[in-house]
């Protein structure tokens, strides 16, 4: 990066563009670049719901369930964020419930705590559209903020997952 003109490349850049980078930059600012770092030790609280059959069945149900959250918990949707991780190769993805407040603002195990609750009301989202629609829409799982994912909710895929898991979590082991 450079401290006089702003400009920079990412360090994963290729080698050939790296040096293009540096030299036309010497030409330029006059000054060789300085190669500058940022970390950031971040620890989020986060639920994982692994092996979803698609990402159809995992955005519904972190939308499903984020919003049975909300009801139950009376905090705002946004207060906590979903991401799919999808696998080379396979249609099988994780979906991630997270917060993004870090150290966590104890919203999931509040949730874990009320999860036959927060189950119920899930349900009720997927079940009970206003508008009655097919798959998603306005009046029931779609926002402004998961617009870049409305395709692939479908509230009838989230209520089958949910019946075949049950209203129940089973401990199977503590966390560290």
């Known amino acids: 990066m450079c401290t ?4 920079s490349r990412s360090p994963f850049a290729s080698e050939t563009e790296l ?8 030409e330029r600012c006059g000054r060789p670049p300085t190669r500058l770092g940022f970390y950031a030790n971040v620890v989020a609280d986060a639920l994982k719901l692994p092996a979803c059959s698609s990402r159809e069945e995992a955005y519904t149900l972190a939308e499903v369930l984020r919003l049975g959250m909300s009801r139950v918990l009376e905090m705002e949707r946004e207060d906590l964020e979903v ?4 696998r080379s190769g396979v249609e099988e993805v994780d979906a991630v419930l997270y917060d993004p407040m870090p150290g966590g603002s104890g919203l999931l195990e509040q949730a874990l705590h009320r999860w036959g609750e927060v189950v119920a009301e899930a349900r009720a989202a997927a079940e009970d559209c206003p508008s009655a ?5 306005v009046d029931c799982l779609q926002t402004f ?21 049950g209203r129940g979590l089973d401990k199977t082991h503590d966390l560290a």
């Open 133 to 137: 629609c097919r798959a998603s829409c």
């Open 145 to 165: 903020r998961n617009q870049l994912y409305h395709r692939y909710l479908d509230r009838t895929a989230a209520l089958e997952r949910l019946d075949s898991w």
């Open 83 to 86: 991401l799919v991780v999808g």
């Open 4 to 7: 006089v003109c702003g400009q």
């Open 19 to 26: 040096d293009f980078f540096t030299t036309s930059h010497l």
